[in-house]
């Protein structure tokens, strides 16, 4: 079963025709199926080789895969984001599309390089394995506002989570402008409102926003 499940998160990449890194360190390496099977599940020889033109419809629906996955969510979420962003006067809803699904607090965990991939990350906060200013939480979904501080539970820095794989890979990672860490402290502050960043959002959040607007 686990075999399976690490199979579908590989097709995801593969019918993206991309690398979504969705399991973590493991893309980074040989084991990763996208460099042996980077063409699309179940794709004959002949349509490898020569893709069809992806309409507009599709390109955008593609974008919306793509960054769906990214984070995790099931469709009515990620509609939810959409429709919230989309629905503030004034905004430029790409804009506030990418600061609302950076302030995550499954987001936030993995961007602080605590967890490998998204999936881990909301599997330790669901865990209870971190706290929100000081009071343990389990809900991935929870915004986070500047000025919150993510840490990880003293009783779980112990824990298969935290061991050396991890404060290697905390040293690391490159932390987005709106996040600090303190290694000493497991513990990071979001400084500020996420702003959109090519540099850190690969995708066309414009092209989502209107392929919902359609």
Known sequence: MAQQTSQAVCRKCRRAGEKLFLKGEKCFT????????????GALESQRKHRSTVSEYGSQLREKQKIKNSYGLREQQFVN???SASGKRGADPAKELFSSLESRLDRVVYRLGLASSQAMARQMVGHGHVMVNGRRTTIPSRRLHSGDIVSVR????????????????????????WLVFDPKKFEGTVRANPLLDARVMPYDLKAVIEFYSR
């Open 30 to 41: 040989h084991k990763c199926i996208f460099e042996r099977r980077p063409h699309p599940p």
């Open 154 to 177: 003293e009783g779980s820095r112990q824990k298969g989570f935290f061991g050396d794989e991890s404060k290697n890979r905390i040293e690391k990672q490159m932390l987005p402008s």
């Open 81 to 83: 984001y959409v429709r």
